[in-house]
């Protein structure tokens, strides 16, 4: 399992107690009831103007997976949700958002979208000109880079 190099992201916001009640659902093995209720996480993180709660609520997606038959779904339901943080942290020129946007569908193998995020952060690095920036996403880069090696290598 890849290392976020920024920290795992938990925000705390509307979605938070619908996740904990998918989550007792989780534990409770019902997934009828933990899908409803990562449903309404989802809702909330959508009607929330930020992309922290969009990464949360899809991280929590992938949860559902442990139940047979919806692992596809839960994977699909994570990727898009990922996409819609993704699009709003580029929109409010945030680069963390970016990033852990790009971890994300690294950790989804996702090897076109992680380098589609890479250039969304480099084109945000050159607009700051911040040098801490540009060690930022080039050490997520290269990390992202390694661990998508790893993983074809693995698979073959």
């Known amino acids: 399992m890849m290392q976020h190099v920024f920290g795992?992201?938990?925000?705390?916001?509307?979605?938070?107690?619908?996740i904990q009640a998918m989550n007792r659902a989780l534990a409770?093995?019902?997934p009828?009831?933990?899908?409803?209720a990562w449903r309404q996480a989802y809702s909330s993180a959508l009607s929330h103007p930020g992309w922290l709660g969009l990464l949360t609520v899809?991280?929590?997606?992938?949860r559902l997976g442990t139940f047979p038959g919806l692992a596809r779904g839960a994977t699909a339901r994570a990727r898009e949700t990922y996409?819609?943080?993704?699009?709003?942290?580029?929109?409010?020129?945030?680069?963390n958002g970016v990033l852990h946007a790009?971890?994300?569908?690294?950790?989804?193998?996702d090897r076109s979208t992680v380098d589609q995020c890479m250039r969304v952060a480099e084109g945000l690095v050159a607009l700051s000109g911040d040098g801490a920036d540009v060690d930022r996403?080039?050490?997520?880069?290269?990390r992202l880079a390694e661990q998508s090696l790893v993983e074809e290598h693995g698979a073959v």
């Open 58 to 62: 899809a991280a929590a997606s992938l």
């Open 102 to 109: 790009a971890e994300a569908f690294g950790r989804l193998g």
């Open 28 to 30: 409770d093995n019902n």
């Open 83 to 95: 996409w819609i943080a993704f699009f709003r942290a580029r929109q409010q020129r945030s680069l």
């Open 137 to 142: 996403v080039r050490i997520l880069g290269t």
């Open 32 to 36: 009828g009831e933990s899908v409803r």
């Open 8 to 18: 795992a992201i938990d925000a705390l916001g509307p979605w938070t107690a619908h």
